[in-house]
């Protein structure tokens, strides 16, 4: 019997007339579009296909046990992230705003731990970004800043730079200024725009 999975789970698909796998994929991208939903990994048979074995993959025929994987993501799951992702950089930019005071207190643990999770929340909030690119229509608008989130980061990458630095070379003055001044500032800007969404 052909199954198939959608993030994980198995869902119930009544096919129409068709024959390659080519036809299954097809049906399924025009499934995803009239849900605002889009494909972000495709799966037959254990394996992945990829652009380059698209083509070769959708000219094979349907088997009586083909099983399809899909990885997708939705409008409202993206919008539903960088509305957790709002929440998450307002309370880390009021983290960042108090490391000069937590530094002066010798709390250096708890201002590595805000670091590390300021980091990791822009490496997930560019993943997000670069899943929203897949709906242009709803997230093209989205700025932080009056800028594009490009132009943003491009902005905000040098003075991260400055800042892995100073925690180099434990300039806590510097660390403190840059926390306060510069990161705390774009961080309150970021989650503003993503609350809007």
């Known amino acids: 019997m052909i199954s198939f999975y959608i993030n994980g789970e198995q869902i119930e698909v009544q096919l129409e007339g068709e024959k390659t796998i ?34 070769d993959k959708a000219g094979q025929p349907l088997g009586n046990d083909t099983k399809f994987e899909f990885s997708v993501v939705t409008k409202d799951s993206i919008k539903q992230s960088f509305s957790a992702l709002s929440q998450l950089f307002s309370e880390l930019s009021s983290k960042m705003e108090e490391v000069p005071v937590a530094l002066q207190s010798g709390k ?11 980091a990791d929340s822009i490496d997930q909030f560019c993943h997000i970004a670069a899943l929203a690119t897949l709906f242009p229509q709803d997230f093209k608008e989205t700025k932080i800043d009056g800028k594009q989130f490009t132009e ?6 040098p003075v991260l730079k400055d800042f892995e ?14 926390s306060e001044y510069e990161i705390c500032p774009r961080l309150k800007a970021i989650s503003e725009s993503l609350g809007v969404i």
């Open 152 to 157: 943003f980061f491009n902005d905000f990458s």
């Open 165 to 178: 630095t100073a925690l180099e070379n434990n300039d806590t003055v510097l660390i403190g200024d840059l």
């Open 22 to 55: 080519g036809d299954v994929l097809k049906s399924f991208e025009l499934t995803c579009e009239e849900n605002s939903a889009a494909v972000i990994g495709i799966t037959v048979d254990g394996e992945t296909v990829t652009a380059e074995t698209f083509d």
């Open 108 to 118: 250096n643990k708890e201002v590595s731990e805000s670091i590390k999770k300021v």
